[in-house]
């Protein structure tokens, strides 16, 4: 009776399987293709609401972003960063609250609003952010409210 055929080892073209896998999902996410979307921000719009004066931290709407464009992950978090200054002459001006329209959502500001602003003053506050659950080019628009 003859021997029988001794088993030929799967061991190595399993390794060739996986390594052709691993290979096959770094090219997916690293062309983009299985990384998570992003939401790219292409600009800002804020409005200014003036209380009984107006005009002393600049006209409204203001649509400036020096970083514009850029991209968050969806459902991410980022800072936004708004410097204010005042042209007034005799008064100190407030800054109540600060909105952000949707899709985004506000997180939190920095430093606790409200804050005053005397004549010729500058205040910055730090909005931190959440980016909206799905993808694409999205203005990110809010609201400052001022007396």
């Not at 003859?2 to 030929?8: D, G, I, L, N, V």
């Not at 203001?62 to 204010?84: A, D, M, S, W």
Request: proline share 7%.
């Amino acid at each position: 009776m003859a021997a029988p055929a001794p088993r030929k080892s799967r061991a190595g073209l399993v390794i060739v399987v996986l390594v052709v896998i691993a290979a096959v999902l770094a090219v997916l996410y690293f062309g983009g293709y299985l990384s998570s979307p992003a939401v790219k921000v292409t600009g800002t719009n804020w409005t200014i609401n003036y209380g009984s004066t107006s005009g002393y931290f600049g006209p409204s709407p203001q649509r400036t972003c020096e970083r514009c464009p850029f991209n968050v992950l969806v459902g991410g978090q980022f800072t936004y960063t708004i410097t204010l200054t005042s042209t007034a002459i005799i008064l100190d001006h407030n800054i109540n609250s600060v909105t952000i329209e949707g899709p985004f959502t506000l997180v939190s500001v920095s430093p606790t609003l409200p804050i005053s602003v005397t004549p010729g003053g500058s205040a910055t506050i730090t909005l931190t952010i959440q980016a909206p659950s799905s993808g694409g080019s999205l203005v990110l628009a809010g609201a400052i409210n001022t007396t």
